[in-house]
């Protein structure tokens, strides 16, 4: 039985609780899903705002970048 765990979990833990385990890995695919969405608008909203120094503007859309790519990652 494979399934595609985002952590290595030993299968005989899963069995004891398995509606547990599934829904923590929900969880956890809705909140890598809502990063991936909304970087984009914290990035955009940096960007715009005038009175942020260009290197902090940088450093946010980096930083959001990096953790988009980590979140597709998993």
Same mark, same amino acid.
């Given at each position: 039985m494979v399934r595609p765990h985002l952590v290595k979990i030993n299968l005989t833990d899963i069995s004891r609780a398995p509606a547990l385990f599934y829904s923590i890995f929900a969880v956890e695919m809705f909140l890598n899903?809502?990063?991936?969405?909304?970087?984009? =608008?914290?990035?955009?909203?940096?960007?715009?705002?005038?009175?942020?120094?260009?290197? =902090?503007?940088?450093?946010? !859309?980096?930083?959001?970048?990096? =953790?988009?790519?980590? !979140?597709? !990652?998993?």
């Open positions: 899903v809502v990063v991936v969405l909304t970087i984009p =608008f914290l990035i955009i909203a940096v960007h715009r705002a005038g009175v942020i120094h260009p290197n =902090f503007r940088w450093q946010v !859309a980096l930083s959001g970048l990096y =953790f988009t790519i980590a !979140a597709l !990652a998993r």
